[in-house]
Nanobody, 124 residues
Framework: QVQLVESGGGLVQAGGSLRLSCAAS????????MGWFRQAPGKEREFVAG????????YDSDSVKGRFTISRANDKNPVYQQMNSLKPADAAVYYC?????????????????WGQGTQVTVSS
């Protein structure tokens, strides 16, 4: 069973930073595009950022552009998301996901594998 495991969530004050990590259980994932999504209570899951399999292409949603940075380790696993200047509106459960065929863009249906999520809470 392929697994994605997120870590790094927690409670932070507004303006603070967190770094999320997503580790894959199989080396197969080093050839997959990866993405981060988030879901707040009562809201739909939304795309946050994505990265191509080789790390060359990255995509950010407008809501996090300039504040969040997605990256992958040199051996492509794990995938990170550095989150700076956090706002209360960023509070959500953050999920990493793997896209076997795409480039890591924001199309939710392209992602076949999902982690269990990690909670990010931002206090004002």
């Amino acid at each position: 069973q392929v697994q994605l495991v997120e870590s790094g969530g927690g409670l932070v004050q507004a303006g603070g930073s967190l770094r999320l990590s997503c580790a894959a259980s199989e080396r197969t994932f080093i050839s997959y595009a990866m993405g981060w999504f988030r879901q707040a209570p009562g809201k739909e899951r939304e795309f946050v950022a994505g990265i191509s399999w080789n790390g060359v292409g990255t995509y950010d949603s407008d809501s996090v552009k300039g504040r969040f940075t997605i990256s992958r380790a040199n051996d492509k696993n794990p995938v990170y998301q550095q989150m700076n200047s956090l706002k209360p509106a960023d509070a959500a459960v953050y999920y990493c996901a793997a896209d076997p065929l795409g480039a890591g863009t924001g199309i939710l249906s392209a992602y076949d594998y999902w982690g269990q999520g990690t909670q990010v809470t931002v206090s004002s």
